[in-house]
């Protein structure tokens, strides 16, 4: 099992930042990609960005340029810089970590609001 504690989420204006932050703890080894996903209330959860064991990112379309993921296997945390914020970026930001072939674990999730 593996256990992923989320931090970092809150109130922030529009073109404001935020830092998400994961912690993975348990059996971290192995664990091959871990991501942040998304779900805004009506919607149904999204990936915003992952990246694999050897630092291999992808994004959705919607946050390229204004988010970055990032690794620290020494740590076993993965970090999620928001940066240009919009409103529609309000919502709840989960943790993923996967252990290939077919093993996902699931954080508790941290809210985002933007709003002024």
């Known amino acids: 099992q593996v256990q992923l504690v989320e931090s970092g989420g809150g109130l922030v204006q529009p073109g404001g930042s935020l830092r998400l932050t994961c912690a993975a703890s348990g059996s971290i080894f192995s664990i091959d990609v871990m991501g942040w996903y998304r779900q805004a209330p009506g919607k149904q959860r999204e990936l915003v960005a992952v990246?694999?064991?050897?630092?291999?990112?992808n994004y959705a379309d919607s946050v390229k340029g204004r988010f970055t993921i990032s690794r620290d296997n020494a740590k076993n945390t993965v970090y999620l810089q928001m940066n240009s914020l919009k409103p529609e970026d309000t919502a709840v930001y989960y943790c993923?970590?996967?252990?290939?072939?077919?093993?996902?674990?699931w954080g508790q999730g941290t809210q985002v609001t933007v709003s002024s």
């Open positions: 993923n970590a996967v252990k290939f072939p077919s093993a996902s674990y």
């Open positions: 990246i694999t064991s050897g630092t291999n990112t």
